[in-house]
């Protein structure tokens, strides 16, 4: 009778080991570190728009671009700027728009968000 009521003390501590360790722990430095992150990469995504903006309409701003957003943009619009048409393409990472002169081959507008259309002043 002991060696079943020792096997069973043995068998639920076990298993209430094993159940408590599966239980997710509350750790504020990992809030503290996703928030961190969080404001870097915004702060990223800004100085990836600041660079832009300072070579913007200059030769070699769409190879910046394709630098700094490799393999994340995708077109959602067209519209008449720059030397004639202008392909308005989006970072999904970054949250961004930017807006390339197809033909110069020049970035000519960055913002934060999704813009089907620039200002047509914005994209001249």
């Known amino acids: 009778m002991k060696l079943t009521s020792l096997l069973a003390t043995t068998i639920v501590s076990g298993g209430m080991a094993i159940s408590l ?4 722990t509350f750790n504020h430095n990992s809030f503290q570190a996703s928030a961190q992150s969080m404001s870097e990469s915004q702060s990223e995504s800004q100085g990836k728009i600041d660079q832009l903006l300072a070579v913007k ?35 999904k990472k ?30 001249k």
């Open 94 to 123: 970054d949250k961004t728009t930017l807006s390339l002169c197809t033909v110069y081959d020049v970035v000519v507008a960055a913002k934060k968000g999704r813009i089907a259309k620039f200002k047509p002043s914005e994209v």
């Open 57 to 91: 309409g200059k030769p070699g701003s769409g190879d910046l671009l394709r630098k700094l957003y490799e393999k994340d943009l995708t077109p959602i619009g067209i519209q008449v700027g720059g030397a004639g048409m202008v392909v308005n393409l989006y970072s």
């Open 21 to 24: 360790a599966s239980l997710p």
